[in-house]
């Protein structure tokens, strides 16, 4: 019996492979819900364990004198170097752990994309400071409170040195990454962009409530400054950028501070 039982395939051409169905790539590398989870989870585990650690070793040999955990979180000689040290191993932890999720990195895949920054170098720091300017002139026609849990901050120089230096240099660049870097894009293709910028403007003025006795005017304007920055990480395409503005803005408000304190050496008048 001559032939055979199976037809057999055509030679396929040389160029054939390149018809072949390719995997996917990722689009635009941004955070997944699952990834955006693992990411406050870690550093809320993180930052928990190690100011937990600073403070019973602060409290056990009064590095601080007698003083009750209550009152040491607010004051920067402790709970500054103690935010320090746990958002800088945040950051270790989360860029060795995303380095090997994201393919083209950790700054990649939050798009940090700092060559924005220089694209609009000029306008960034004028929005930043502009709506500092703006949230001030805002406080003084909403209700808030004369006294604030904040103002501890401000006893002495060394603290409100301590105080402005971190929140221009270290705390925009933290809270950028982890509300603009992660939380926002992992919402936004589930909820759309302004649902998205509400459900990330809403834990944002949270994580500050504290600060202002839960008063409903700062938080009001926290909720508004953090709308602003969603705009900004939206339309730039970089947390650089939000970073920056958010920089920016804490700047403005430090620096009336040190005006209206003689740089900070009449901190005395603040309460006047």
Same mark, same amino acid.
């Given at each position: 019996?001559?032939?055979?039982?199976?037809?057999?395939?055509?030679?396929?051409?040389?160029?054939?492979?390149?018809?072949?169905?390719?995997?996917?790539?990722?689009?635009?590398?941004?955070?997944?819900?699952? &990834?955006?989870?693992?990411?406050?989870?870690?550093?809320?585990?993180?930052?928990?364990?190690?100011?937990?650690?600073?403070?019973?070793?602060?409290?056990?040999?009064?590095?601080?004198?007698?003083?009750?955990?209550?009152?040491?979180?607010? !004051?920067?000689?402790?709970? *500054?170097?103690?935010?320090?040290?746990?958002?800088?191993?945040?950051?270790?932890?989360?860029?060795?752990?995303?380095?090997?999720?994201?393919?083209?990195?950790?700054?990649?895949?939050?798009?940090?994309?700092?060559?924005?920054?220089?694209?609009?170098?000029?306008?960034?720091? !004028?929005?930043?400071?502009?709506?500092?300017?703006?949230?001030?002139?805002?406080?003084?026609?909403?209700?808030?409170?004369?006294?604030?849990?904040?103002?501890?901050?401000?006893?002495?120089?060394?603290?409100?040195?301590?105080?402005?230096?971190?929140?221009?240099?270290?705390?925009?660049?933290? &809270? &950028?990454?982890?509300?603009?870097?992660?939380?926002?894009?992992?919402?936004?293709?589930?909820?759309?962009?302004?649902?998205?910028?509400?459900?990330?403007?809403?834990?944002?003025?949270?994580?500050?409530?504290?600060?202002?006795?839960?008063?409903?005017?700062?938080?009001?304007?926290?909720?508004?400054?953090?709308?602003?920055?969603?705009?900004?990480?939206?339309?730039?395409?970089?947390?650089?950028?939000?970073?920056?503005?958010?920089?920016?803005?804490?700047?403005?408000?430090?620096?009336? *501070?040190?005006?209206?304190?003689?740089?900070?050496?009449?901190?005395?008048?603040?309460?006047?």
């Amino acid at each position: 019996m001559s032939g055979t039982l199976y037809p057999v395939p055509e030679a396929l051409p040389p160029d054939a492979e390149q018809f072949s169905p390719a995997p996917a790539p990722r689009q635009g590398q941004t955070p997944t819900i699952l &990834e955006m989870v693992a990411f406050f989870t870690l550093a809320a585990i993180l930052i928990t364990l190690i100011q937990a650690l600073s403070a019973a070793v602060a409290i056990h040999w009064h590095l601080f004198g007698r003083i009750a955990l209550r009152k040491l979180a607010y !004051l920067p000689r402790f709970s *500054i170097p103690a935010m320090v040290v746990s958002y800088g191993a945040v950051a270790v932890a989360t860029v060795a752990l995303y380095r090997r999720v994201w393919p083209d990195g950790f700054l990649a895949g939050i798009h940090w994309n700092f060559s924005q920054v220089r694209r609009y170098a000029l306008w960034l720091p !004028l929005l930043g400071i502009g709506l500092g300017v703006a949230m001030q002139l805002a406080s003084n026609y909403l209700p808030i409170p004369k006294e604030l849990p904040v103002d501890s901050f401000f006893q002495n120089a060394l603290d409100a040195w301590m105080v402005a230096l971190f929140g221009v240099f270290i705390a925009p660049i933290c &809270e &950028e990454i982890a509300f603009r870097g992660f939380l926002y894009p992992s919402l936004r293709p589930w909820t759309g962009r302004v649902v998205a910028a509400l459900l990330t403007s809403l834990p944002f003025a949270f994580l500050h409530a504290q600060q202002v006795a839960h008063a409903w005017g700062p938080l009001s304007l926290v909720f508004i400054v953090s709308l602003v920055l969603v705009w900004v990480r939206e339309r730039t395409n970089s947390v650089a950028c939000s970073a920056l503005v958010h920089a920016c803005y804490n700047f403005s408000i430090f620096a009336a *501070i040190f005006y209206a304190s003689g740089g900070f050496q009449h901190l005395d008048r603040l309460k006047d």
